[in-house]
Structure formats: C-alpha cells, structure tokens
C-alpha cells in the first residue's frame, strides 16, 4: 500500500510539473523521458545507475543477462546512427540500452511474474524509474523557476556570506590556480552525484535478492525527497549564484564582473532583476544536501565507501564553492536542510518518537531561521562577522549534533561478546 501510494504521488507530481511546463512553452519530465527510448538521452551514466539500482532485485545470473542487453542494444543504436548519419551533438551516445532494460523488466513483472515476485520486481523497476524521473522533474523545475522568478535575492545572500568571509571567492581563486587537472576533477564529481549516491545505495540493497524485500530505509528514499522539496524553497528564495550574480557568466544582467577576485562591497540589499534562462538554484545548495546524505549513509560501510563518502562530500563542497555556483551561507543551509530531511525520513521507517519530533523540530526550526537571517539581517551579518559567522556554524553544528546523537540512540547497541572465564589448570 505504502510503495503504491508512493508511485501515485509520483505520478501525480510528475503529470502536474508536465502541465505547468507546457504553460511556459518546455517540455515536461515524461516527455522528456519518452523522448530518450529513442533519441540519445541527457545522461547515459544515470540511466545505467538506474538500471544498476534496478537490478538489486535479480539473481547475478539475471544481472548479467540485464548488462549484457542494455549494452547490446547501445551498440545497435550506435551502427543506426552511425549508418543514418546521425550525430550526437546534444545528449550521450549510450544509455538507451539501459532505459529500454528497466522498461523491458515492468514488461516480464506485470506478464510473467506473480504475487510476491511480481511486487519486488516492480519495486525495483519503480526505484530505477524514480531515480531518473527525480532528475527530468528536477530539470524542469529549474526551467520554471527562472520563467517565474525573475527577480533574485543574490545581493542578501551575498550580503550575508560577508559574516563567513565570502568563502566562495576564496575557494574560486583556489580551483583557478590549480588549472585543468583540478578543475576536471571537481566538475566530474560535481556532475555525477547521482552516480555515486547509487554506489552507495547499492551497498546498502546487496541483499534484496535474497532476502526478497527492501529494508525499512536507504538512501534513494531521502535523496528523491530532498529534489521533490529543495526546488519548492527555490521559488521561495531564488538565487542563481555569484558566478552568474557578480561573474562574467552572468553577462549584462550581472550586478559587476567581481567574482572571484574582488568580494562583493557591503551596501544596502535589493532584489535585482535577472534573465528567464538561468536557474534560481542555490537556496538551498541541494548538491550540498545529497553530498552530505551520501557520507551519511556511507558510515555503515566498508572502509573504502566510507573513504568515498568523506571524498564525495569535500569535492562537492569545493566545486560548488569554487566555480561560483553557491555561496557559502547556501551550503550551511544545505547540511541542516539534508540533516531534517533524513531525520524525518528515519523517523517515518522507524516510527515516529519523541526524539524524532524534537530532532525534526529542531533541524526545521533552525532551517527557518536561516532563511530569515539571510533575507532580513544581511547588513547587520555582514558588518559583524565575528559575532553572526559563529552563530551561524554553531546552528549548523548544533543540528549535525543533535542527529548523531539522537541516531546513536535509535541505532542497536552491540553487545561485547563475553570471554570464557580462564579455567584453572588441574593440579
């Protein structure tokens, strides 16, 4: 009933954010989706992540057969297209074979499975489809966004980030003198968050197969809900950041071309009027929020995934700060709103408490305040940065302690295992 529910929302969201793009002349995110069974798709590494996730459900002998398929039939779209002469110059040549699997496998799970089999296979197809109909929605809210918001708070923000010392500018001076090398590498993990997050989510749904059920929470559960809701605060609070705000990138609607080597001047804030391109996307720093869920649920793994979690989560946080798509008041804002979320989804799997509510309570209440800081106290955070630059890590810290100590409570306790007491020796 839960997983049933769930995929009517879905849907549901889904066919809304379809209507409301065809009202602003874009395509929506089923269209979209359709549109990539036979055109090359937008991301083929994500397609074959979902595929990845879906197959948590087969046998390796099935998962085999699954990859050997979807590369089959990337291989035959490629020599049609090569054949037609068709080049590929918006989207990846590969990644088709992956959709048409995962739509291959609802097929065989409504016609040739029964009962409980029929209900794990579609659960693993409806988890590989969400994952990919989470970045097509995510897409179009952007679009929307900047079609409905245009104006910007980027000079509160801006504003504010002085009582933090305007950590993105440092950080851009930083990505520059490393040049290419470090600059690729930044935006290759920048780019494929959603691979990794599937990494770990397959860690932690190894055993599906055997024991033909999902556990109670994992990480794909808080990661969709963190694109479903970030984008709602997005049109609360539209920003687009400072390399568009105050960087070349933002051309003439740009306050000044300061970004990175000049910090913005502290005068009195005002929203700014900005294109209907750019995405008002920075409000909180949603790739902050999936980072930080990715280290999260990486703790309970092997060490080289934890390795990776920790990795993952430094390199987003430099690329987001360091190619000027975020300021660093967004990415406070992005811990303690990912931290709320994973709380409230834990609570929800667990069964609600008192600890639960307190700590979503508390995350929420500090999330709230955030917000209004930055658009109503600007001025005053950036004219005493040693008295609001604490307060705000210290609301941020005091949320990351809060969840790890309430989870510590949630987790069982291991028990040490008892030593035989030595046995004296016979005389």
């Not at 691979?195 to 932690?204: D, E, F, K």
């Not at 993952?312 to 967004?330: K, S």
């Amino acid at each position: 009933m839960l997983w049933a529910t769930a995929g009517v929302v879905a849907l549901g969201f889904l066919v809304a954010l379809e209507v409301d793009a065809r009202r602003y002349g874009l395509s929506g995110p089923i269209a979209n989706q359709v549109r990539e069974v036979i055109f090359p798709p937008k991301s083929g590494f994500l397609l074959y992540a979902s595929m990845a996730l879906m197959m948590v459900v087969l046998t390796w002998r099935q998962r085999l057969i699954a990859a050997g398929a979807a590369i089959g039939i990337d291989i035959a779209f490629f020599l049609v297209r090569w054949v037609l002469g068709v080049k590929v110059t918006d989207g990846h040549p590969f990644g088709n074979g992956a959709l048409w699997v995962i739509l291959d496998y609802a097929v065989i799970a409504v016609t040739r499975r029964k009962g409980r089999e029929r209900v794990l296979l579609l659960k693993g197809v409806g988890l590989g489809l969400l994952l990919v109909a989470g970045r097509k929605a995510g897409d179009t809210w952007l679009l929307i966004t900047s079609k409905t918001r245009p104006a910007v708070f980027d000079q509160y923000v801006a504003t504010a980030d002085h009582a933090l010392g305007n950590p993105s500018w440092l950080a851009g001076r930083m990505v520059r003198a490393t040049g290419p090398i470090g600059s690729h590498i930044l935006d290759y993990v920048y780019i494929q968050l959603a691979v990794a997050a599937v990494v770990v989510a397959a860690y932690q749904l190894r055993n599906v197969a055997i024991e033909r059920r999902f556990p109670s929470h994992h990480l794909v559960r808080t990661f969709l809900v963190i694109g479903l809701l970030g984008p709602a605060i997005y049109m609360i609070f539209p920003v687009v950041g400072p390399v568009f705000a105050y960087g070349a990138d933002g051309g003439h609607w740009a306050v000044a071309n300061l970004w990175p080597d000049t910090p913005p001047p502290i005068n009195t804030p005002h929203q700014i009027p900005f294109d209907e391109i750019t995405p008002r996307n920075c409000m909180p720093s949603l790739h902050t929020a999936w980072a930080t869920t990715i280290f999260v649920h990486s703790r309970k793994g092997p060490r080289i995934l934890r390795f990776a979690g920790a990795f993952w989560l430094v390199a987003t946080l430099g690329a987001t700060l360091g190619f000027g798509y975020h300021y660093g008041v967004d990415l406070v804002a992005g811990v303690v709103f990912a931290l709320t979320i994973e709380a409230a989804m834990r609570s929800l799997a667990r069964g609600w408490d008192r600890s639960g509510i307190q700590l979503v309570a508390h995350g929420a209440t500090v999330f709230v305040a955030l917000l209004l800081t930055y658009r109503y106290l600007p001025m005053q955070m950036a004219q005493r940065p040693w008295v609001f630059g604490p307060l705000l890590v210290l609301a941020m810290v005091s949320v990351v302690h809060g969840y790890v100590r309430t989870t510590k409570l949630w987790d069982p306790a291991t028990a040490p295992v008892r030593q035989p007491e030595p046995q004296p020796e016979p005389v």
